[in-house]
């Protein structure tokens, strides 16, 4: 299945500028859900500030998309198992009355040929319509969840979310935007990737249909665990090659990465030496492609067994941090920087975003 791409980068929607609203116990409570292709996650949160805060959350490995490259479907019990997560998501939904909502299916359901099926069957069982979204708009609920940690400085700016079934890469020209305005540009992409009086400009995008538990199944059959990583990192760069920046050679300075996914958290907490995970020191941090290598060669060093034991990988990832951290060494291969900002956030977070901000029931996003 080939990178799915624009023809051509639109234009940002015009500054929506939202009206000054209390926030606090009676504000309205909003709910994202994610389901990819290995897990289901929930937020329920109420708009605060320019930012939210979470009220309720739930998140399960489901492994929907699990035998899906082989067959072109959704497995009875990967739906099945899938169905039981999202009984306890509906469950707190009306625990919190909660009455603004977008439920969202990725990669996974794209590619199922029985995806409308499983949509009918949750609906069924749970009562929750599922939104198959495209990876266009994957992609742009990605760069809205990063947009708190978008530098001042950063003129040329990389966001990339590593999924379990594909990988979404926005490469975002900030030159003409002041400074101070820099993140609220981003914020504006609530309503699409097209242009404004901000000067924010989208260069390209693209889905390619690698993530971390598809490429790992591509290379399953390679037994050497080295030969396999590199096949990984290369051949996940080779689809690349339709990525308008992919051949331009950028200046470390004014250039900043955002890496959103499992992938990049577990990274910077090996970088960090943490043994229990602490989303305060990860979301956010800086590494250079120095730091992220050491960490990829450690991985290698210690093999199958070693990271199966790995405190800073933990159980839950340590069989899919190998194929993730190939992706993100054919990114820095492409790209080395300084700046490679690590982002807690995601898909989820942006939907959030992205519904508060179109009620304009956040106040001053990104003003500073």
Request: aromatic letters at 6%.
């Amino acid at each position: 299945m080939a990178p799915q791409r624009p023809s051509s980068a639109g234009a940002l929607p015009e500054t929506v500028e939202p009206p000054a609203l209390s926030s606090g116990p009676s504000s309205p409570l909003y709910a994202a859900l994610d389901l990819g292709t290995n897990s289901c996650r929930m937020l329920i949160a109420r708009p605060k500030g320019h930012q939210f805060e979470v009220v309720d959350s739930f998140s399960k490995a489901v492994q929907l998309g699990q035998g899906l490259e082989s067959t072109g479907r959704l497995s009875r019990a990967s739906m099945s198992k899938t169905v039981q997560a999202m009984r306890i998501c509906r469950q707190k939904l009306k625990q919190h009355k909660v009455r603004k909502m977008r439920l969202v299916a990725t990669e996974a359901c794209r590619r199922a040929s029985n995806a409308k099926d499983f949509v009918r069957y949750v609906k069924r069982e749970t009562g929750l319509a599922l939104d198959i979204i495209d990876p266009k708009d994957e992609a742009r609920y990605a760069v809205i969840s990063c947009a708190p940690l978008v530098s001042k400085s950063t003129e040329q700016l990389l966001i990339v979310d590593i999924g379990g079934g594909s990988t979404e890469l926005v490469w975002i020209d900030l030159s003409h935007v002041k400074k101070s305005r820099r993140r609220k540009a981003i914020m504006d992409f609530h309503a699409g990737f097209e242009a404004t009086e901000s000067g924010a400009r989208v260069v390209d995008w693209i889905s390619v249909p690698l993530g971390v538990a598809t490429l790992r199944d591509q290379f399953d059959d390679v037994s050497d665990d080295a030969a396999r990583f590199a096949l990984m990192s290369w051949f996940f760069e080779e689809n690349l090659a339709d990525f308008a920046p992919y051949a331009t050679e950028q200046a470390r300075e004014g250039f900043q990465i955002i890496g959103t996914s499992g992938t990049v958290t577990t990274v910077a907490a090996s970088h960090l030496g943490l043994k229990r995970y602490d989303r305060t020191k990860v979301d956010g941090l800086r590494m250079n492609s120095d730091q992220i290598d050491r960490v990829i060669r450690d991985y290698l060093t210690l093999g199958p067994e070693g990271r199966r034991h790995d405190p800073r990988i933990g159980r839950d990832r340590q069989a899919l941090i190998m194929s993730g951290a190939a992706i993100l060494q054919a990114l820095l291969r492409c790209w080395p920087t300084d700046r490679l900002s690590v982002a807690d956030r995601g898909l989820r977070e942006g939907l959030l975003y992205a519904q508060m901000t179109a009620d304009g029931v956040l106040t001053g996003t990104g003003r500073n």
